[in-house]
């Protein structure tokens, strides 16, 4: 028996495309640069049974399998926000533009309604084929977006979970559509780097524009959690898939360490608002704009738009080299009168709804 080479951790393929509806998996059709790999749990049981040996004797069986991947990017493209944003918010989002340029939009609903009626087909495998993995009705349980110290790329780290799981070398549980997808993988796309990214913060969202905080933010990380329900109804379908996914809570956090400059320490500071009597509302804004253009005549730039209210939580001593910083955490919530929701987002990139 020759010994197999085949396998190797370099040609892992991470593949996305969004789904029509709930339940139906599709072809994927954009390759993404991530790492990392997804765990899959059919949840084979043992029963829990007397039988005349100190030793498991009667079959497990299946329950409800488990499946999640726990990926990262190490360098975020404005063409993988989309991704990021939809799988965790939900909703139908497409984009809007007739030229290269392409503006996406979020503004997700705080009573749950956006929903998760077009999650993601995931295709995860390297270069033995027959052991290709599809997994359905993908969303994003919680992601962990960070602009790093020194202004370069920024990263994500991304909690998926999933529905329902499929293999190309599977009898039970066969692919379909077949796997893998053949996907053309651009590896020049345009990256997000703090360097791009102004940080922004008011009292009203009329005042963000003129609330830039600059010489002040040495790094920040954006984190997005939720609750997830898994519905399962008794339909007779032989199955242990979900027919839909519920979002039971969602928070929605920043945490930034700032220098001690007079906008972050001192009265009428930021640190002041956090040690207050009372919540103090704030509204930030984190507005990316590359250097690298995506059409001309006029300038169309890749870009980045976040907005949300927030109430500062926490507050820590940290240090940046020698300096001692200050890190601040808020949360956002649902404010219905100035921004009316919870958080906005605006991404221009290149990546059409066929694409995603």
Not at 66 to 85: E, G, Q, S, W
Not at 178 to 184: E, L, N, Y
Not at 240 to 265: H, N, Y
Not at 299 to 315: E, G, H, I, K, N
Request: hydrophobic share 35%; with cysteine; glycine share 10%.
């Amino acid at each position: 028996m020759p010994v197999s080479l085949a396998g190797f951790v370099k040609d892992r393929k991470h593949q996305f495309g969004r789904q029509a509806t709930f339940g139906t998996a599709v072809a994927a059709v954009r390759r993404y640069g991530f790492k990392g790999v997804p765990a899959t749990d059919p949840s084979w049981t043992d029963p829990d049974v007397d039988v005349g040996s100190i030793d498991p004797f009667q079959a497990p069986h299946r329950e409800a399998g488990k499946y999640a991947a726990a990926l990262t990017d190490p360098t975020v493209r404005y063409n993988n926000l989309p991704l990021i944003f939809h799988a965790f918010f939900g909703g139908s989002v497409t984009p809007t533009g007739m030229g290269d340029d392409k503006t996406w939009e979020w503004a997700p609903a705080s009573d749950g309604s956006d929903g998760d009626e077009e999650p993601m087909t995931y295709e995860f495998g390297d270069d033995v084929t027959d052991d290709w993995w599809q997994y359905r009705d993908g969303i994003l349980e919680s992601f962990e977006i960070t602009g790093p110290e020194g202004l370069g790329a920024l990263t994500c780290s991304m909690q998926w979970k999933f529905g329902a799981a499929f293999s190309s070398g599977s009898t039970d549980f066969p692919d379909s559509p077949s796997i893998p997808a053949t996907i053309t993988f651009d590896p020049n796309e345009a990256i997000v780097f703090l360097k791009d990214i102004g940080i922004y913060i008011a009292s009203s969202t009329a005042g963000l524009s003129a609330g830039q905080i600059t010489d002040a933010l040495h790094n920040f990380s954006l984190r997005g959690t939720r609750v997830i329900d898994e519905k399962r109804f008794a339909n007779g379908s032989d199955v242990f898939d979900p027919q839909a996914w519920g979002t039971a809570s969602r928070m929605i956090e920043l945490d930034c360490s700032w220098a001690k400059t007079s906008d972050i320490v001192g009265t009428g500071s930021e640190t002041d608002a956090w040690f207050s009597d009372t919540s103090v509302l704030r509204y930030v804004e984190l507005k990316a704009t590359s250097q690298e253009l995506i059409s001309t005549g006029p300038d169309v730039p890749y870009s980045a738009d976040l907005v949300m209210p927030m109430r500062y939580y926490t507050r820590e001593e940290r240090d940046s080299g020698g300096n001692s910083v200050v890190g601040l955490t808020g949360k956002a919530f649902l404010d219905p009168d100035d921004l009316d929701g919870v958080f906005t987002a605006q991404v221009v990139n290149t990546l059409d709804d066929a694409g995603f």
